[in-house]
């Protein structure tokens, strides 16, 4: 189905629901955000570089495992919003729960750690369970001659929105009255907060009924056995999803830069947030850019000079002379957490048959699967090798996935 198939006022009514869905989640979830926020509380909490990797590596797995199964599930749905909400509910209202644990139980640091890793496993599946329908919804409702823009401005809004998400750690984290853990069980209950304002805001999407499909009722099986046809048909697809492969593959050093900053110059526990100030700035000041050229050069085009700037962070960590030279590396990573997705998610909308859109989505989100492997390879490089080893085995995977990306065929939208 085409946007063309729903009123334009519900066109606008969904492209403000879904920026506030994402602005009160990303507000949200920048108050624990996973490469500063995170890191640090399981190091308090004692756990090992391999540990934190590994914690790392497993959110990310159940996150994207599932994708080929949920494209399965919501394929032939009249509706993917009622899929969308029971999946959101499951996963983000029991992070309340989570807070209750680490404020009441904070003293028992085992119990603390463990409830977390539950906790935030259950939410980031019930996440997996979201990316296709949700994606699909968008798919549905925004015209593609704007679908950049919507991109661009949904980046900056909710980068925006994030903004106030520094001052609220750097304050709570400095208060004195708060010991640890209770500190941390507030920045979760921010997350919790921001999850249901999300949950909120996807209520008010007005989705219409996607047309019949063909085979609405086909197997899992059968399912799995279409994919490879698609894989062979098409070489943009394909090379879409090798690129988003190896670019994944580049995280081995996404959990370790906050750490070794401070490592390294000695920083206090403060330059968390002036580090997770500036990754949100990049994102903010990088997303009507990003909008403009995804809809002028086309979604293709765009991903290929998103994916050039992903060599920058890590060849910058390992030459940056200063701890405010740190500030530039992680604006970098903020605007690229953000264009990269947006940069792949625009360009698997623009080449995907409205008939197998759920499937290419689940595909291109599959193809995150070596970022659940690499933090925990990371943790191995960095306890036998240090740092910079890390940071130079992600330059060569980014390199790798710069070059598949240039032999991503330009498509027409179908």
Known sequence: ???????????????????????????????????????????????????IGLITGLRLLVLFATQPYVAHRVHGRRRMKPFLVTACVVGRLPMFVLFLIVWSAGHNHALVLWSFVFFTLLFIASDGFCLVPWTEIIGKS???????????????????????????????????????????????????????????????????????????NRSFREHLRRIPSLWRGDPALRWVLVTQFLLAGGGVASSFYVLFARERFGLPESYVAIYLTAQT??????????????????????????????????????????????????????????????AFTNAILSIAPPAERPTYIALQNFMNLPAATTPFIGGLIVSGAGYPAAFITTAVMVSLGLWSAYRIPEVSPP
């Open 281 to 342: 700035l990049g994102a903010v000041l990088t997303g009507p850019l990003w909008g403009w050229m995804a809809d002028r050069l086309g979604a293709v085009r765009a991903l290929k000079l998103v994916v050039s700037l992903a060599i920058v962070p890590p060849l910058a960590a390992l030459t940056m002379p200063v701890a405010w030279g740190f500030v530039l590396v992680f604006a970098c990573l903020g605007a690229l957490g953000w264009t990269l997705w947006n």
């Open 1 to 51: 189905m085409s946007h063309t198939a729903i009123e334009p006022s519900s066109v606008r009514r969904n492209i403000i629901a879904i920026i506030g869905d994402v602005a009160f989640f990303m507000a949200g979830f920048a108050c624990f955000d996973p490469t500063t926020v995170m890191p640090q509380f399981l190091r308090e909490l004692g756990a090992s570089p391999k540990l």
């Open 142 to 216: 925004i015209p593609v001659t704007v679908r950049g823009r919507f991109f661009g401005a949904m980046q900056t809004v909710s980068s925006l929105a994030a903004l106030s998400a520094p001052l609220l750690v750097s304050r709570i984290l400095s208060m004195r009255s708060l010991e640890f853990p209770r500190n941390y069980a507030l920045l979760i209950l921010l997350l919790a907060t921001g999850l249901l304002l999300s949950l909120l805001m996807l209520l008010l999407i007005r989705e219409a009924d996607a047309p019949p499909q063909d085979d609405p």
